[in-house]
């Protein structure tokens, strides 16, 4: 059964940290690249970043400098280690496996950031 679990979202003050982790059944996990997307209220969903299955990273240029994600091959899981969150990071936070050429989702984890 392919299946993805995130945890770890929540509300934080601006300025704060979070990390979210994403849980994913061996055979999504395994070999592939994993991704954290977003979105915000009555916006498009964005890609936040991307993790090879080898730990090659890539971020949205929004992020980039604040935000890590990272994996434990031996844990089946991805993070995002989120710092200095700002209120437009608020969002659904939504983690993703690539396997082949199809995409499996999570259920998605709430993160508001407070002003």
């Known amino acids: 059964q392919k299946q993805l679990v995130e945890s770890g979202g929540g509300l934080v003050q601006a300025g704060g940290s979070l990390r979210l982790s994403c849980t994913a059944s061996?055979?999504?996990?395994?070999?592939?690249?994993m991704g954290w997307y977003r979105q915000a209220p009555g916006k498009q969903r964005e890609l936040v970043a991307t993790?090879?299955?080898?730990?090659?990273?890539n971020y949205a240029d929004s992020v980039k400098g604040r935000f890590t994600i990272s994996r434990d091959n031996a844990k089946n899981t991805v993070y995002l280690q989120m710092n200095s969150l700002k209120p437009e990071d608020t969002a659904v936070y939504s983690c993703v496996g690539y396997v082949l050429d199809s995409a499996y989702w999570g259920q998605g984890t709430q993160v508001t950031v407070s002003s």
């Open positions: 993790i090879t299955s080898t730990g090659s990273a």
């Open positions: 061996g055979s999504i996990f395994s070999g592939n690249a």
